[in-house]
């Protein structure tokens, strides 16, 4: 049975009652019993009442006392105890006053009152997750959402946060106490006064119909069938305001803006790009409101391929329900009120499930001259008499009231300049109206027309004359083509030229002690002052921000428009268009009127739709052919930019087209850098733990778990670090390690360390472990990896220089890290040192110590290509991870500053060798000191 809103004026005189004594609290309905994974007590409101009346004292309330009396007679009614509130934020009565704003969220959660998405931001993931079983125990979540809630309980963070509290907030059970389904008389007289003469007629037909609807009991749906020009969104917000008990805010959705079904309802998983649709994000966002969903119609353009939004519209309009592909569960929508405001006759089947179907007629040249007259009277403008006629015959084309307004707020602005006592007439309205309505084709074709080369020029004259013609079945398809013809054409403007300094401002304003920044600059402001800009081609290990780089480029250049692809998502048509719709990169260029701006094309070392082939005349010429146009769309000014993980992967048709331009990354010391200096504080704002602090130590700790140059990984695990503390204040490295103790090997034996191939950086760690047997000849590699075979077997003719012949020792290699993208020959030190100590009899227990580099058949030690050093600050970090405080290594390497940098920070010796054979004296000196020590 669904519970009655508590008011707090109600809540105020039922604790004013108790105090005094006059009246004995009520005891309320008892919640549903919890379900058996969810294990919390609901109680009945008299214990909280009981418990209320027993702790009233003669002394006057203190103010902590107060607030803990009310909200225990608040949750009470609910049936449920403070105490269990308070449990499942993870409080105490002695906080009370703290946890204010999140006793109210959980408060109007329990009521099945309005919540919106700022309300319950401010719960850390364990509360909500307690939040959201306390819920479920009391029965406010729709039984057909329980399961999936449940299961979001256990898992709040990222993605599963902000599903968990739109499930919380849209899957309620709703309280039919709460639906504004009365019709307001005040309302709809302040309405129908607020509306021009020429549409009260229509909206008195609508409004009557809502009356009945709503006396009836069906659930009030309302299309509205309106023309171009008419005032739709004041025609729509009137009939909601008639139908509300309170004053109901109302969500606006345009239609027309939907681009794809997802944008509607809403994106599970596209190319790592996850959102919820507009109705639920509105919802979501504003609590409990209307909705008006605006040019419905354009939904039936849309391709079906990501389903039908057209009939997500429908369910939503006959049953108030919807599911949203995000969200993942079926949410309902507890107003009674949808508006969907489509064009004149083209209702798509939506009059079938809406209870009103309400038509607003297009006006005739009279009712026009008529609201000239109106609104230039209500200005208390001057006017000759023939005035009205000349307006309304050279400069309103729609059928409504758009054009009209526009005209009469330019004469009246006129007017005001002019002197007093002269009145407007018609000679005087060509030159005070610059063009006819904005809508009108010929206004869109004379602002540009200047600019158009001759075969683009015959392109917008035939689709001028065609949108021109009433007769043309056509004309509709005709006037959205030269629209998006005339849009896309560059406005005439160049992209700023910014100097290094500007350029390096910016980056490093979103991208502190990023690697690399003074190449980037260098690269931009060379590709900028080229006549058409160079593409550039970002390279760089995934998580170090190249997005989020180009936005930085967008604000260096004066905030001109920023817009994103990505390369996986794009299919041919996307690119070049189709008969029915634009690509996509026309489509950016439409957006920002021809101005040019910054192109981000993600993720072009991806397997992708359509082939990098595709790009290459964008990237050539600046052009992309459009087969929705039938024209070249000039793309020429804009700067565009590529991104890639991996240049290797990369299509060497874009590589040759493009400066290319390396993004680093951030080195394990700079990662501990950007924690403290941004990180902590602002990941400590966004769970509600101010002044949270972390030791450097701490931080260190974090940053030798990730071998990855981007910061993704590490500022997840940051973030859980810091929800784990809570308010601990100081976070210091022991509680780090209980967090996220690092990985022990898989196996006994000497660690070798391995760079990573290719850009995205990294180490990883192996154990070699070699056994003397008795009749065993050759090498066994465990890992059937054909590159370490190979350096195993150079290892051995290396040894062979020192007369050592280790032929019936087995040698195999355990995956403690993971062997992909791993260089092999890296290991091959650690090789040779473990065939030499087994054949020696000793044991190859190092814990402390780790080996880095290959080994030639001469037995020389050296590095085994020139980028090595590059990843010096990860090899190093990995083997510190692993309770390593020796790295033996190339001498080249030990005395490299960026190794010798790297050690510092992670605190590890760096045991530089020329040879083979020091890397074995100084292995069996460590063994034979191993072995004494353990003796003693």
Not at 271 to 294: N, P, T
Not at 680 to 688: A, H, M, Q, S
Not at 781 to 792: H, K, N, T, W, Y
Request: with cysteine; proline share 5%; hydrophobic share 45%.
């Amino acid at each position: 049975m669904a519970k009655t809103p508590v008011d707090d004026a109600i809540i105020v005189e039922h604790i004013a009652k108790l105090l005094s004594g006059a009246d004995e609290p009520t005891a309320a309905v008892g919640a549903p019993a919890a379900a058996a994974d969810d294990e919390i007590e609901l109680v009945a409101a008299t214990e909280d009442a009981a418990d209320v009346e027993g702790e009233r004292d003669a002394s006057p309330l203190t103010p902590h006392d107060a607030a803990v009396n009310a909200w225990s007679a608040r949750f009470g009614v609910l049936g449920v105890k403070l105490s269990v509130a308070l449990s499942a934020l993870c409080t105490n009565q002695d906080d009370i006053e703290v946890a204010e704003e999140p006793l109210r969220a959980l408060a109007l959660l329990l009521e099945k009152a309005p919540v919106a998405e700022d309300q319950l931001c401010m719960l850390t993931d364990m509360q909500l997750s307690q939040v959201a079983k306390l819920c479920l125990s009391a029965g406010v979540i729709e039984p057909q959402a329980a399961a999936e809630v449940r299961n979001l309980t256990k898992n709040p963070s990222g993605d599963g946060r902000t599903r968990l509290r739109c499930a919380l907030a849209l899957c309620r059970v709703p309280d039919p106490g709460r639906l504004p389904v009365a019709f307001d008389e005040h309302r709809y007289e302040a309405a129908l006064v607020g509306l021009p003469p020429c549409y009260r007629e229509d909206f008195v037909t609508a409004a009557q119909a809502l009356r009945r609807c709503v006396e009836s009991g069906q659930r009030v749906t309302v299309l509205l069938n309106a023309p171009s020009g008419a005032p739709v969104d004041d025609l729509a917000r009137a009939l909601a305001s008639c139908v509300s008990r309170d004053a109901l805010p109302a969500l606006t959705i345009d239609a027309g803006s939907c681009s794809s079904p997802l944008d509607l309802m809403g994106c599970a998983a596209s190319f790592s790009q996850a959102a919820l649709g507009m109705v639920a994000r509105g919802l979501f966002e504003s609590g409990e409101c209307g909705v008006i969903v605006r040019n419905a119609h354009t939904l039936a353009n849309l391709k079906k391929s990501d389903g039908d939004p057209v009939q997500f519209l429908k369910t939503l309009a006959r049953c108030g329900t919807f599911r949203d592909a995000y969200l993942g569960i079926q949410a309902r929508f507890s107003q009674p009120l949808i508006i969907v405001c489509d064009a004149a006759s083209r209702d798509k089947g939506f009059a079938s499930c809406c209870a009103v179907s309400a038509t607003v007629h297009a006006l005739t040249r009279d009712e026009k001259v008529a609201e000239v007259r109106r609104q230039l009277d209500a200005a208390k403008v001057e006017y000759a008499f023939d005035l009205p006629e000349c307006v309304v015959d050279g400069y309103c084309f729609d059928d409504g009231t758009e054009s009209v307004t526009n005209c009469c707020c330019l004469l009246a602005a006129s007017a005001a300049q002019r002197e007093q006592g002269v009145a407007l007439d018609a000679k005087g309205v060509a030159k005070i109206l610059p063009a006819p309505n904005a809508n009108d084709p010929r206004v869109w074709y004379g602002l540009k027309r200047a600019a158009l080369s001759s075969d683009v020029d015959d392109v917008a004259c035939a689709l001028l004359a065609s949108a021109l013609d009433d007769a043309d079945p056509a004309s509709e398809h005709a006037r959205r083509r030269l629209k998006v013809l005339l849009d896309a054409v560059p406005d005439g403007t160049r992209l700023p030229t910014p100097s290094n300094a500007q350029v390096v401002d910016a980056i490093e304003h979103t991208h502190p002690l990023l690697g690399g920044i003074d190449g980037m600059a260098k690269a931009v402001t060379a590709s900028l002052r080229a006549a058409h800009p160079r593409p550039l081609l970002l390279v760089g290990p995934a998580g170090t921000g190249k997005t989020t780089l180009c936005e930085s480029l967008s604000a260096a250049l004066g905030g001109v428009p920023f817009v994103k692809r990505d390369f996986p998502g794009l299919s041919a048509s996307e690119v070049f268009g189709s008969r029915t719709a634009p690509g996509q990169l026309t489509e950016a260029a439409a957006a920002h009127a021809g101005a040019p701006g910054v192109l981000l094309i993600d993720e072009v070392d991806k397997p992708g739709c359509c082939d990098a082939t595709a790009l290459l005349s964008l990237l050539d010429e600046g052009r992309v052919a459009d087969s929705f146009l039938n024209v070249l769309v000039d793309l020429s000014r804009w700067l565009v930019v590529l991104t890639a993980n991996d240049l290797d992967k990369v299509s060497p048709y874009l590589v040759d087209r493009c400066t290319i331009v390396s993004v680093p990354g951030y080195t394990p010391e700079a990662k501990v850098g950007v924690a403290k200096a941004v990180l902590v504080k602002r990941l400590g704002e966004k769970l509600g733990l101010a002044g949270a602090e972390v030791s450097d130590d701490a931080l260190r700790h974090l940053t030798q778990l990730d071998d990855a140059a981007g910061l993704r990984g590490f500022e997840k695990r940051l973030e859980q670090l810091l929800a784990y503390a809570g308010e601990g204040g100081r976070i210091d490295v022991q509680q780090t390690r209980e967090l996220f103790p690092a990985r022990p090997a898989a196996t006994s034996g000497i660690r070798v360390v391995m760079s990573r191939g290719g850009a995205a950086g990294g180490a990883a760690l192996q154990c070699v472990g070699a056994v003397s047997s008795e009749g065993a000849s050759g090498v066994s590699c465990l890992s059937d990896a054909p590159a370490v075979e190979r350096g195993i077997t150079l290892v051995q003719v290396a040894l062979a220089q020192l007369r050592v012949f280790p032929k019936a020792v087995q040698l195999f290699l355990a995956e403690a890290d993971d062997l992909q993208g791993c260089r092999c020959p890296d290991a091959m030190l650690g090789f040779g040192v473990a065939l030499v100590l087994a054949d020696a009899g000793l044991s190859a227990e190092l814990e402390r110590t780790a080996f880095f580099g290959a080994t030639r058949p001469s037995g020389e030690v050296a590095l085994d290509s020139s980028d090595v050093l590059e990843k010096a600050p990860f090899i190093v970090a990995r083997a510190a991870a692993y309770g390593c405080d020796a790295l033996v290594c190339p001498v080249s390497f030990a005395t490299a500053p960026e190794a010798k940098r790297a050690a510092e920070h992670a605190r590890v010796d760096l045991i530089g060798v020329a040879r083979l054979e020091q890397a074995i004296e100084f292995a069996k000196d460590a063994v034979q000191l191993h072995e004494l020590v353990m003796t003693l």
